[in-house]
């Protein structure tokens, strides 16, 4: 049995992690002072930073209850050896440490340690001579284009050996499976030149053979063949045998999967491919916790969630999911609040290999609701019966789904049952409530990470249609595209931006259905506004109860974000964000009901009149994904009324998020 932490419960089991690893780790004094600080005068034109992490000796963190590094005075010696070495790799033959010196400081209990360096004149490029690339047509041309290696550069030993590599693996993502490449440098140290010659030696133009697959024995070879995805005949690619072994592992069944190639002993233009894997936990129960903490809502939370892989074969997946919650809204310290249990009950099945096609995937979700928001409860089943393809490597998906959802509402505020006539059409309620639509969605996913993407773009597409046809009471459609790019800015730092759009359109005397409508706001949403506080909003019935967010038809969220790694704490990346926030939400369509002045003014977007946000968060990255923890602050529209709009939350400037996970 697993035990993991869920959502926002994580930071303070990191926390206490941390504080036990410090007490663990910690390093014995033996009578020795610790590292205060560690300089390097005459240091110009390297990293500091990179060559304090190749010496032996380390600096003792200014982070509080971090762990003392102490002096061992037989490594300093070494480390002289290791600064004129990593000098030396990057370019600088004549660099020597000159001194290197041992300064107690006052307290006697630590000391400085200095090392005094002469870089010397850097040895610079002067002659590149690639060979061996003719006749092999394009692969040979996107291979010189690659080397990256210029007269004038400094020579530096990691980019000399980069540049082999990337000739070698375009090569070998075009065909030529066994593709070498051998180099010789020359240099010159009086001149402080160096001439560089790269000898590659393609072979033959490769085609994948056969799949051959160990280590199994409950899953059918056929499956796992299917997965990998290796086409015999096909012209081999590199790339593509490093995605068979992502897909292989990816199916969670395998605890280590390993993808070779190898001559096929009949045919040296033929690669054969073995798969070996090493089959897994079958089954696994995991359970967590959590809190939840924004000032309109509160809960805290359960998590028990159960997996069958390989389901009765051909590599189906069963999960189980039951999450009990308590929920308290607008929060635990408001005068006036609603509160009362949640649970999400939920059993997923996952059937790859639809009819025995490649890339077809069906998803069949059961489900059962019982909720609180800010203007009534809830309980009720839903189903959703979908299909996924994925194309061109997977890197675009498309999905079909239906769904259904059948919710009684109880406790709902008085405002909405005061006009029956209105509920349908103003907020989208109706009791029993019974909703069905057909959704698509399709997506292109060109970003290096998933959970922590530093460059490509994503863009992504849903659709909706519901109506009678779908067995729902609702008549509408809705379109919501999301574009999202990450520029890298160095190895640590990433900009990341965000454009969203979403519109609805009805039919029909009632107006979109309310679990289905546009609301900004939240840890992955607007940051200025709590979640699902970006709407149009109408006063509570209710005495002391703020304000009740409707939603709309149309919204936009603009976002972007400078994201920077500062230091690795405990072997993971501590950062922090500076974020900007933009967005609105329109009026839903209300046939009439609403007033003629609120209809005018708030049934349309005005680019001139968006929420705009600024703020700031600290991230910690784990495993299990990224903790973070945000404070947005609104710049605009705080007031009651602009130009006589009613404005969301007036005079609620500020906004705290936690939670698991990027913005976008």
Same mark, same amino acid.
């Given at each position: ?113 200095? $090392? ?37 550069? /400094? ?31 020359? @240099? ?19 085609? !994948? ?38 897909? @292989?592992?990816?199916?969670?069944? !395998? ?10 002993? &009949? ?42 892989? &390989? ?47 490649? =890339?077809?995937?069906? &998803? ?45 509402? !109880? ?15 103003? $907020? ?18 060109? =970003? ?5 993407? =530093? ?45 969203? $759009?979403?519109?609805? $359109? ?7 259905? /309310? ?95 968006? =929420?705009?946000? @600024? ?8 495993? /299990? ?40």
């Amino acid at each position: 049995m697993r035990l993991p932490t869920i959502r926002t419960g994580l930071p303070y089991l990191v926390a206490l992690a941390m504080l036990a690893e410090v007490g663990c780790a910690a390093e014995k004094a033996e009578g020795r002072p610790w590292i205060h600080k560690i300089s390097f005068p005459g240091l110009q034109r390297v990293s500091k930073r990179d060559l304090k992490s190749k010496i032996s000796v380390q600096q003792t963190s200014w982070i509080p209850l971090s762990p003392k590094h102490y002096l061992d005075p037989y490594a300093v010696p070494g480390d002289r050896e290791r600064i004129e070495s990593y000098y030396e790799a990057h370019g600088y033959f004549d660099a020597k440490v000159t001194q290197a010196d041992i300064n107690y400081r006052k307290d006697k209990q630590s000391v400085d340690l200095v $090392f005094k360096i002469n870089e010397g004149e850097p040895t610079k490029i002067v002659k590149v001579d690639l060979v061996g690339l003719d006749g092999i047509g394009a692969a040979g041309a996107r291979a010189e284009t690659r080397v990256q290696l210029k007269a004038g550069q /400094i020579l530096v030993h990691d980019s000399y050996a980069a540049g082999k590599g990337r000739i070698a693996r375009i090569l070998q993502s075009r065909g030529y499976a066994w593709a070498d490449v051998t180099g010789e440098v020359r @240099v010159d140290r009086a001149a402080h030149t160096a001439e560089i010659k790269l000898v590659a030696v393609p072979g033959s133009l490769t085609h !994948f053979g056969k799949v051959i697959i160990e280590g199994n024995a409950q899953v059918r070879a056929i499956d796992i063949e299917r997965t990998a995805d290796l086409h015999e005949g096909r012209k081999f690619d590199l790339d593509l045998v490093d995605e068979a072994r992502g897909r @292989v592992y990816g199916t969670g069944v !395998f605890g280590s999967v390993k993808v070779a190639y190898e001559h096929d002993p &009949n045919d040296p233009t033929v690669a054969n491919v073995r798969v070996s894997v090493q089959e897994g936990q079958f089954r696994e129960l995991r359970i967590g916790g959590g809190i939840g903490v924004e000032a309109q809502r509160n809960d805290i939370h359960l998590t028990a969630q159960f997996t069958k892989r &390989n389901f009765f074969g051909k590599m189906r997946t069963l999960k189980l999911r039951l999450e009990p919650a308590f929920v308290v809204i607008p929060a635990v310290w408001s005068g006036t609040r609603k509160y009362g249990p949640a649970l999400t009950a939920e059993a997923v099945f996952t059937q790859p290999f639809l009819f025995g096609l490649r =890339h077809f995937e069906l &998803n069949w979700t059961v489900g059962y609701d019982l909720g609180i928001d800010y203007v009534f409860q809830f309980h009720g089943p839903r189903t959703q019966l979908g299909v996924n393809y994925g194309v061109w490597r997977q890197c675009i998906q498309l999905g079909l789904s239906y769904n259904i959802q059948f919710l009684d509402f !109880f406790n709902t505020d008085p405002t909405i049952l005061n006009d029956p006539d209105k509920a349908g059409a103003v $907020f989208g309620y109706v009791d029993p409530y019974r909703i069905g639509w057909w959704q698509q969605d399709l997506s292109l996913d060109l =970003h290096d990470k998933a959970l922590d993407p =530093h460059q490509g773009i994503y863009l992504l597409a849903s659709f909706e249609e519901g109506g009678t046809f779908a067995g729902g009471a609702f008549r509408y459609e809705k379109i919501v595209p999301d574009a999202r790019v990450y520029a890298p800015l160095g190895s640590r730092t990433t900009l990341a931006a965000r454009v969203q $759009f979403g519109q609805i $359109f009805t039919q029909g005397e009632l107006g979109s259905p /309310i679990t289905r409508r546009l609301f900004l706001g939240g840890p992955s949403s607007h940051r200025g506004f709590n979640y699902n506080r970006l709407a149009y909003q109408v006063p509570s019935a209710l005495g002391g109860v703020s304000p009740i967010p409707i939603g709309g038809d149309q919204m936009i969220l603009l976002q972007a974000e400078l994201r920077v790694k500062i230091v690795k704490l405990f072997g993971n990346w501590f950062g922090a964000v500076v974020f900007a926030d933009g967005g609105d939400v329109t009026l839903p369509n209300c046939n009439g009901t609403c007033s003629d002045k609120l209809t005018g003014a708030l049934q349309r977007l005005d680019m001139s009149r968006l =929420h705009w946000a @600024v703020g700031g968060g600290l991230r910690y990255k784990t495993v /299990i994904g990224t903790i973070r923890a945000d404070v947005g602050v609104r710049l605009n529209r705080l007031e009651a009324t602009t130009d006589g709009i009613p404005n969301p939350d007036p005079g609620d400037r500020i906004a705290f998020h936690l939670s698991v996970g990027e913005a976008f």
